[in-house]
């Protein structure tokens, strides 16, 4: 297959997911998707893989390529598993359970590794930088608010690719980050290309406005467990 440049997003929730509060489900990201332009995803929702020979198909409808993925739990942080293991243990990690899931045909991304929360890295990223493939560029930034300055110095000093991803839980988050790979287009191909920072990011910094509605949603879903979005 030839290679091409391949607009990628490979964190992106569901309403299949078995934490987070979300309104949509999975096909419907799908068709957003490929409006979109996109041509892979990964749903990745939380300790568990959304991924079977039905939804692929689906998605193959609409030109759109759907990859496994998954952000599990280890030790109480979030991780990204791209092409993960069909068993991954209802999520539940130690950081010596991480080495094994270690493949050539696997992806392991450090998702949000700054930003203010207790599911975030931080100094665990350095200590643990050498099982990770790559650190994330996440969306949830402006020019008054910046974790991913952390994020590119740790992308620069531990030579990691840096890809940028949506981590979205409300559809209309799609598309304001994403990563642009030259790849073939297939899982392998993918993972391959993103190992070999053969990518672009593309983002836009969000308005206050915008980033206090994504933080609503979060209050109103996972905390309080409402049923509500705006």
């Known amino acids: 297959m030839n290679k091409r440049w391949l607009k990628v997003d490979l964190h992106i929730h569901t309403g299949e997911d078995p934490k987070d509060n979300i309104a949509y489900k999975a096909k419907e990201l799908i068709k957003k998707a490929a409006l979109l332009g996109f041509e892979a995803i990964a749903i990745t929702n939380h300790n568990r893989v959304t991924f079977n020979q039905e939804l692929k198909d689906y998605a193959a409808q609409y030109n759109l390529y759907l990859i496994p993925g998954a952000e599990i739990s280890c030790e109480g942080k979030h991780i990204l598993v791209i092409n993960p293991p069909s068993d991954i243990k209802g999520g539940k990690f130690t950081w010596s359970d991480l080495k094994e899931l270690r493949r050539a045909d696997s992806l392991l991304v450090a998702p949000h590794p700054y930003f203010p929360g207790c599911k975030s890295l931080f100094r665990l990223l350095d200590e ?6 790559a650190i994330e560029f996440s969306a949830f930034y402006n020019k008054y608010f910046n ?53 672009k990011i593309s983002s836009r910094p969000l308005s206050l406005l915008t980033m206090a509605r994504i933080m609503t949603n979060f209050f109103l879903a996972d905390r309080l467990k409402l049923p509500l979005h705006i």
């Open 128 to 133: 643990y930088h050498y099982l990770f493939d």
């Open 147 to 199: 974790p991913n300055i952390r994020a590119i110095e740790a992308s620069q000093k531990y030579q990691k690719p840096l890809i940028a991803c949506s981590d979205t839980h409300n559809l209309w988050q799609l598309g304001t980050a994403f990563t642009l790979v030259e790849a073939e287009l297939s899982v392998e191909g993918i993972i391959q290309a993103i190992k070999e920072n053969r990518i």
